[in-house]
């Protein structure tokens, strides 16, 4: 029995293979640059890897390399016969209020998704290619869908609704929906465990390209930073988070068009657009360390917002059992995690500086502190697979 996991993206194909045991991935791989000239095929099964060139490729080809290179490609291939997929899982952006679970994939799901397009235009029409696709390729296989957006159905209203006029929620869907939440599902399940508390209160951090915090209160999100879309709340690597909505029209009224103004606020902002160097946090880091100004800066607001979001959840989580941190700058800067809860003795939340400077999952507060901090690797694609597993045998029976 294989379970296969697909992420399609706006410009990629991420992928992961995995057997009965829903642990360690078998295989992984990505496409990068489909629709574009140059795209790029990284593939890795155990300790091999290899990197393929190739043309323009379109999702169906994507998905059909992806079992090719599955079935076929380095010394151990993990799949002899594709009938052993018994599910796909697939990443999928936008749930809207549709979805408050994953689910089995059939033609009206797929139909909702579609019309959740407006509100995800870069990513739902991705996941849908992907999901026609493993339909057309693996029709044995069951299809799962989980939302990104389905951890937060949990939000109490005074969390989602926005105060605007009541008729943009009604006839636009004006609200927040929060994204991210299969890593944060994730993370919550995991400090769950961890800690030892079946239904934990936490602040979960998840801090990569994008960026989101998410109030948990009790084991259930009751309130997060990202909004109606991914646009909202923290810093991130190109996407501004928080700003003042008057700056929209301020900025049309300047002259500047709508188009103009997304793409400040989604590509160029964020990281990149305070540093004018880079949206990678790595480089910035290695840029404040050099003394460089733009970069210092990038890194003090970045830190400043989280610590903004991190006083306002304590207040929502009711006592806080621990504040999680996770993602590609969750997990790997020591010195954000130190600035984010630096001076907060008197919250309840002391770093321990060594635990803070190891590798891996752990604890990084001291035994005395009574709010914990631990940091927690992310794994969106074993949660994706666990509920396919999980809906594929139950579709079986
Ligand atoms: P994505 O949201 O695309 O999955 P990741 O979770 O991989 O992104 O996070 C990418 C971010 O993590 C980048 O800004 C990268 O620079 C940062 N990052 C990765 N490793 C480190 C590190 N050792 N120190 C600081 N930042 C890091």
């Given at each position: 029995m294989r379970?296969?996991?697909?992420?399609c993206?706006?410009?990629?194909?991420?992928?992961?293979?995995?057997g009965?045991?829903?642990?360690?991935?078998?295989?992984?791989?990505?496409?990068?640059?489909?629709?574009?000239p140059?795209?790029?095929?990284?593939?890795?099964?155990?300790?091999?890897?290899?990197?393929?060139?190739?043309?323009v490729?379109?999702y169906?080809?994507?998905?059909?390399?992806?079992?090719?290179?599955?079935?076929?490609?380095?010394?151990?291939?993990?799949?002899?016969?594709?009938?052993?997929?018994?599910?796909?899982?697939?990443?999928v952006?936008?749930?809207?209020?549709?979805?408050?679970?994953?689910?089995?994939?059939?033609?009206?799901?797929?139909?909702?998704?579609?019309?959740?397009d407006?509100?995800?235009?870069?990513?739902?029409?991705?996941?849908?290619?992907?999901i026609?696709?493993?339909?057309?390729?693996?029709?044995?296989?069951?299809?799962?869908?989980a939302?990104?957006t389905?951890?937060?159905?949990?939000?109490?209203?005074?969390?989602?609704?926005?105060?605007?006029?009541a008729?943009?929620?009604?006839?636009?869907?004006?609200r927040?929906?929060?994204?991210?939440?299969?890593?944060h599902r994730?993370?919550?399940?995991?400090?769950?465990?961890?800690?030892?508390?079946?239904?934990?209160n936490?602040?979960?951090?998840?801090?990569?390209?994008?960026?989101?915090?998410?109030?948990v209160?009790?084991g259930?999100?009751?309130d997060t930073?990202?909004?109606?879309?991914?646009?909202?709340?923290l810093?991130?690597?190109?996407r501004?988070?928080?700003?003042?909505p008057?700056?929209?029209?301020h900025?049309?009224?300047?002259?500047?068009?709508?188009?103009?103004?997304?793409?400040?606020?989604e590509?160029?902002g964020?990281?990149l657009?305070?540093?004018g160097?880079?949206?990678d946090?790595?480089?910035?880091?290695?840029?404040?360390?050099a003394g460089e100004?733009?970069?210092s800066?990038?890194?003090?607001?970045?830190?400043?917002?989280?610590?903004?979001?991190?006083?306002?959840?304590?207040?929502?989580?009711g006592p806080?059992?621990?504040v999680?941190?996770?993602?590609?700058?969750?997990?790997?800067?020591?010195?954000?995690?130190?600035?984010?809860?630096?001076?907060?003795?008197?919250?309840?939340?002391?770093?321990?500086a060594?635990?803070?400077e190891a590798?891996?999952e752990?604890?990084?507060?001291?035994?005395?502190?009574?709010?914990?901090?631990?940091?927690?690797?992310?794994?969106?694609?074993?949660?994706?697979?666990r509920?396919?597993?999980?809906?594929a045998?139950?579709?079986?029976?």
């Open positions: 379970i296969l996991v697909i992420n993206g706006s410009s990629s194909i991420k992928y992961k293979l995995y009965a045991e829903v642990c360690d991935s078998l295989a992984e791989g990505i496409i990068e640059g489909i629709g574009a140059g795209v790029r095929h990284r593939h890795r099964v155990g300790d091999w890897e290899t990197t393929v060139k190739a043309s490729i379109d169906r080809s994507g998905v059909s390399r992806t079992v090719e290179a599955l079935s076929e490609w380095g010394p151990a291939p993990p799949l002899s016969d594709l009938r052993e997929i018994v599910g796909v899982g697939h990443r952006v936008h749930g809207g209020e549709r979805f408050s679970a994953s689910v089995i994939i059939d033609p009206e799901v797929v139909e909702t998704i579609e019309s959740l407006s509100l995800a235009p870069l990513h739902n029409p991705a996941n849908r290619a992907g026609e696709a493993a339909g057309e390729l693996l029709p044995e296989a069951v299809g799962v869908a939302f990104d389905a951890f937060f159905s949990t939000l109490p209203e005074r969390a989602y609704r926005y105060a605007v006029p008729e943009w929620w009604r006839h636009h869907g004006v927040r929906y929060g994204f991210h939440g299969i890593s994730y993370l919550v399940e995991r400090a769950s465990k961890v800690l030892g508390e079946p239904r934990p936490l602040v979960t951090f998840h801090l990569g390209a994008g960026a989101s915090a998410c109030a209160r009790e259930s999100a009751v930073s990202m909004g109606m879309t991914p646009l909202e709340g810093v991130m690597g190109t501004s988070g928080d700003i003042d008057a700056v929209v029209f900025l049309m009224e300047a002259g500047l068009s709508a188009s103009e103004i997304r793409r400040g606020l590509r160029k964020g990281l657009g305070l540093s160097i880079s949206s946090f790595r480089r910035l880091a290695e840029a404040d360390q100004p733009s970069a800066l990038a890194v003090e607001v970045f830190c400043h917002r989280i610590r903004r979001y991190l006083g306002a959840f304590l207040v929502q989580t806080c059992d621990a999680v941190f996770s993602g590609g700058i969750g997990e790997n800067s020591p010195e954000v995690r130190r600035r984010v809860l630096d001076g907060l003795g008197s919250l309840g939340l002391a770093l321990d060594s635990l803070n590798e891996g752990r604890q990084i507060s001291t035994d005395e502190s009574p709010i914990a901090a631990w940091v927690i690797p992310t794994d969106e694609e074993a949660l994706i697979a509920d396919t597993a999980q809906l045998l139950a579709d079986q029976r």
